[in-house]
């Protein structure tokens, strides 16, 4: 028979933890990994997410407990954090008393005790004086067990903790039930279940059927222990607790010896030993071991069974459990006698009588003056085997008057608890009866919630859509209100340049009234001279260049205006084509060369011959022609005209026509590609239109490029246009 060693309830609420549930034992590990990494120093943070996961873990692998235990003392020392070096100390206490180190176990008890009393921490000393009395029960210290018991009980009242309560009481049984006192041991037993079904705590609760379970089992009242033991094992499942189902296992495994079904008792016990080896429960493996024995022995395989013997005492020896070292020994004398090998039998059963009396355990003794008897009976010392039989008779009328109080207490204890359970399920009920009535109004209030805002959803609905509506009405007013006034703009713009091609007409008329009728009256006047023979032959050849001169002038300008007339036609072609920049420049710096050398200008064509434009080499003509003459007009003697070409990106070219002429003011420079522009008389009195730069920026434009212009007065100008550029040609302009 095996009590339920293990703690209930690991997850224990110290200074600065964090209840978690087994879910999260991944997420933790996760985030002591990442805060490991990043810091260099522990912190109290990361040193309670490590007994968290120490305590976490016990169930499953106490292996587990003692690494992250161990990890948090070590953090801890180092930033001397108390609360984490307790609270670790007492998952590595836990851990080694578990595994049979029980020396280990008190050291770190001791000094966790010391600990949590120094920082005044009741809820870790409760736990810590309650993990004592445990281990001090497997030592069969029990009144020290029943002292370190008692303390935590009284810490646990003073902080009203019931969950702690239920678990102090259970302990309490526990060692009662060691001393083989079963009647004093059921009575904490049903206060601590009282409690746990209350708080509907599964875990504790299975802990609590299964310790019954064993106290009826021990009172041979099997029927009632295997109840008891069924509802302890499917709690367990529940919980996923592997100790717990193992412990469990083997209680059934031992009903079932004592009923002789040792095939089904293997079973049982098979499942014990391998969670067992599992958790590294020295107590529990030297228990099943023990168990396994008997079954082999009373199958008549006693090899196995004397291995499995031996291995369950050589691990209640080295880890001084007490109460399993004689259950081992009797199991020895068990076999050898029914191997009738009673030499054998004599030798363990004088050791498992001397150690059963030291546990006070009336079923232990009278198991062991049992095999005795049979012992010395067989190597026929009838006498000392008679006193043993007397000696087993007493002890056995013992137990068996014992166990009637106890049956009988039992039975009352089972009636009480009944009642209370009954109470219990009335008072559920009651709670569920309100709670049921709760959830109808809150129902109704969520009803009657869920309608108003259906109803405002609605509402809103439909103001939505009529705000949609009036604002696509709104959009559609403003679409037509930037109808209106783009046409009001486009026919502003008209209107603006209506009224600039009235003046423009009305300019050009003016310009062609005067600087046509001059040429004009100059000839007729020249012809009427030598028609009345005013003027001889001479004189007509001496007037000839200057007549020439004046009819070349208009003769350009007729060209350019005509072109430039027919370009603001709709239907005038801009016959874009790529042509060599120089041809054109080479030509008209040709035509003009004399005219500035008779000034005494120097022009200069520094155009590259690679230099290839897209556009309509007739306007460039142009614009280069007035570019050339409005520079020689401004410029004196020795100045200089330079016409250049250059790369301005990928897609243009930029073509300039500088002088150091006379400059050009800011006035001036503002007005220059306006409408109304007066032309100011050049540098010997040439005249002018005004109307150059004005072509040349709408020819420019007509050709997708741009024009500027940056002077200085008394320094020069510098006209600049783009064009774009065109593809590598063979051919050469011919220009006319």
């Known amino acids: 028979m095996r009590i339920y060693l293990t703690l209930s309830l690991l997850s224990i609420t110290l200074s600065g933890f964090a209840a978690i549930d087994r879910g999260r034992v991944d997420s933790l590990k996760t985030l002591i990994a990442s805060s490991t990494n990043k810091q260099a120093l522990p912190d109290t943070v990361n040193i309670n997410r490590l007994n968290i996961l120490a305590a976490n873990y016990f169930d499953a692998y106490p292996d587990s407990t003692l690494f992250y235990g161990h990890k948090s003392i070590e953090q801890s020392r180092r930033i001397n954090y108390k609360a984490g070096i307790a609270n670790?100390?007492?998952?590595?206490?836990?851990?080694?008393?578990?595994?049979?180190?029980?020396?280990?176990?008190?050291?770190?008890?001791?000094?966790?005790?010391?600990?949590?009393?120094?920082?005044?921490?009741?809820?870790?000393?409760?736990?810590?004086?309650?993990?004592?009395?445990?281990?001090?029960?497997?030592?069969?210290?029990?009144q020290t067990a029943l002292f370190y018991l008692n303390l935590a009980f009284d810490i646990n009242k003073q902080l009203k903790n019931d969950t702690e309560i239920a678990d102090t009481y259970k302990n309490i049984g526990i060692v009662y039930f060691s001393e083989g006192q079963n009647s004093t041991a059921l009575d904490y037993y049903y206060k601590a279940l009282y409690i746990t079904i209350k708080n509907n705590d599964n875990k504790a609760s299975a802990a609590i059927y299964n310790d019954i379970g064993v106290v009826l089992q021990g009172m041979e009242v099997y029927p009632k222990a295997l109840e008891y033991y069924k509802?302890?094992?499917?709690?367990?499942?529940?919980?996923?607790?592997?100790?717990?189902?193992?412990?469990?296992?083997?209680?059934?495994?031992?009903?079932?010896?004592?009923?002789?079904?040792?095939?089904?008792?293997?079973?049982?016990?098979?499942?014990?030993?391998?969670?067992?080896?599992?958790?590294?429960?020295?107590?529990?493996?030297?228990s099943v071991y023990t168990d396994l024995g008997l079954c082999y022995a009373h199958k008549n395989q006693f090899i196995l069974a004397k291995r499995y013997l031996d291995t369950s005492l050589q691990i209640a020896s080295k880890y001084k459990i007490v109460y399993n070292k004689a259950y081992a020994l009797i199991g020895f004398a068990t076999m050898y006698n029914l191997q009738k090998d009673f030499k054998n039998a004599y030798k363990?059963?004088?050791?498992?009588?001397?150690?059963?009396?030291?546990?006070?355990?009336?079923?232990?003794?009278?198991?062991?003056?049992?095999?005795?008897?049979?012992?010395?009976?067989?190597?026929?010392?009838?006498?000392?085997?008679?006193?043993?039989?007397?000696?087993?008779?007493?002890?056995?009328?013992?137990?068996?008057?014992?166990?009637?109080?106890?049956?009988?207490?039992?039975?009352?204890?089972?009636?009480?608890?009944?009642?209370?359970?009954?109470?219990?399920?009335?008072?559920?009920?009651?709670?569920?009866?309100?709670?049921?009535?709760?959830?109808?109004?809150?129902r109704l209030i969520n009803t009657v919630f869920l309608t108003i805002i259906v109803a405002m959803l609605a509402i809103s609905i439909v103001y939505y859509r009529q705000k949609r509506k009036q604002q696509k009405i709104n959009a559609m007013l403003e679409d037509k209100n930037r109808e209106v006034l783009q046409q009001k703009a486009d026919l502003d713009d008209q209107a603006q340049k209506l009224n600039n091609l009235n003046i423009l007409k009305d300019r050009l008329i003016s310009v062609l009234a005067h600087d046509l009728r001059a040429p004009l009256s100059t000839l007729r006047g020249l012809f009427s001279l030598l028609q009345d023979e005013t003027i001889t032959h001479e004189q007509l050849l001496d007037m000839i260049p200057s007549v020439l001169k004046k009819l070349e002038y208009t003769s350009d300008f007729l060209d350019t205006l005509l072109f430039w007339i027919n370009s603001q036609m709709d239907n005038f072609e801009n016959s874009a084509k790529s042509f060599y920049i120089k041809d054109i420049v080479a030509y008209e710096t040709e035509n003009y060369c004399e005219q500035a050398k008779l000034k005494g200008i120097n022009l200069i064509d520094s155009v590259p011959q690679n230099v290839i434009a897209s556009a309509d080499p007739n306007s460039i003509r142009i614009v280069i022609r007035n570019l050339i003459t409005n520079a020689i007009k401004f410029s004196k003697q020795n100045d200089t005209i330079e016409i250049t070409a250059m790369l301005q990106d990928d897609h243009n070219y930029i073509i300039s026509v500088k002088d150091t002429g006379m400059g050009m003011s800011d006035d001036q420079l503002g007005k220059l590609f306006k409408s109304k522009v007066n032309s100011n008389t050049g540098t010997n009195n040439e005249s002018g239109t005004g109307m150059g730069m004005l072509f040349c920026k709408d020819l420019v434009e007509k050709c997708s490029g741009k024009i500027w212009v940056t002077s200085k007065q008394g320094q020069g100008t510098k006209f600049s246009f783009t064009v774009p550029t065109g593809s590598f040609t063979e051919t050469r302009l011919e220009v006319a």
Do not use: P
């Open 348 to 442: 363990y059963a004088t050791q498992g009588q001397k150690l059963a009396a030291t546990l006070r355990n009336l079923a232990v003794r009278s198991s062991a003056a049992l095999q005795l008897n049979k012992t010395l009976a067989g190597l026929g010392k009838f006498d000392d085997a008679y006193e043993m039989l007397k000696r087993y008779n007493e002890l056995k009328d013992s137990l068996n008057n014992n166990e009637s109080i106890q049956k009988l207490t039992s039975y009352n204890l089972e009636l009480s608890f009944a009642s209370k359970e009954r109470q219990l399920a009335q008072q559920h009920k009651e709670k569920d009866e309100s709670y049921n009535q709760r959830i109808k109004q809150q």
């Open 231 to 286: 509802k302890a094992l499917n709690l367990f499942k529940g919980t996923n607790d592997l100790n717990g189902v193992g412990t469990v296992n083997e209680n059934i495994g031992e009903v079932l010896i004592a009923h002789k079904e040792y095939d089904r008792a293997i079973i049982h016990l098979s499942k014990a030993i391998k969670i067992a080896k599992k958790q590294d429960d020295k107590d529990g493996m030297s």
């Open 88 to 142: 670790g100390l007492v998952q590595t206490g836990h851990a080694n008393f578990f595994k049979g180190k029980f020396q280990q176990g008190q050291q770190d008890f001791d000094e966790a005790i010391e600990i949590y009393k120094n920082i005044n921490d009741l809820k870790g000393l409760s736990n810590c004086y309650k993990l004592y009395g445990r281990m001090d029960n497997l030592l069969a210290k029990y």
